[in-house]
């Protein structure tokens, strides 16, 4: 789900220039988003926390999410990205980070910074594909198959990896 952080400037000129969008408009769309990602740890953290949400429920919707972000760029209308890339995706890459870094804590609290360091410099890491990705695929006449694919493709890897997650043992 980095990619929205880290690959969204390589594939915002091609989205910008293919809807005639300003750059306010693609800027605000990722300035929103972000707004969501970090609204959502908290209550994510503290749901996971109480047990209300399962580390694999929570890794689901964030895929689903994540990938209606993706998909919602290509449909041409703003609302339509604002709601979905921002809104969504951002609800959804959120939910993703925290139970991430929350499943990490869980299974190795006496080793945190290292354990959770290391997934955090993952997510960089995940994202350098699609950044080369966008920088010579994406154009304003490929960009509609390429950023759908780029959503089921988070769909399918968050999904497959959120069915593994589950939480330590209690002690």
């Keep these: 789900v980095s990619v929205y952080e880290y690959g969204y400037g390589a594939a915002q000129a091609s989205v910008r ?7 306010s408009q693609t800027f605000w769309l990722l300035s929103i ?9 908290f209550p994510a953290g ?14 689901l919707v964030g895929a689903v999410l994540s990938a209606v ?15 979905g890339f921002a809104l969504c995706g951002g609800v959804g890459a959120g939910l993703v980070y925290a139970t991430c870094i929350n499943i990490v804590g869980k299974w190795y609290p006496e080793r945190r910074g290292g354990k959770t360091g290391f ?10 594909p699609f950044i080369f990705i966008f920088s010579y ?3 304003p006449s490929t960009y509609g198959w390429v950023l759908d694919l780029v959503g089921v493709y988070i769909l399918i890897v968050v999904a497959a990896c959120g069915m593994f997650f589950r939480d330590p043992p209690k002690n």
């Design 33 to 41: 988003w972000a707004f969501f990602q970090a609204l959502v740890a």
């Design 119 to 128: 997934v955090n410099g993952g997510f960089a890491y995940g994202a350098v």
């Design 46 to 59: 503290r749901l996971r926390e109480k047990g209300i949400v399962s580390a694999r429920a929570a890794m």
């Design 69 to 83: 972000g993706f998909v919602s760029l290509t449909q041409g209308n703003l609302i339509v990205a604002y709601l």
């Design 17 to 23: 220039e293919a809807h005639g969008w300003s750059h």
């Design 137 to 139: 695929a994406l154009h």
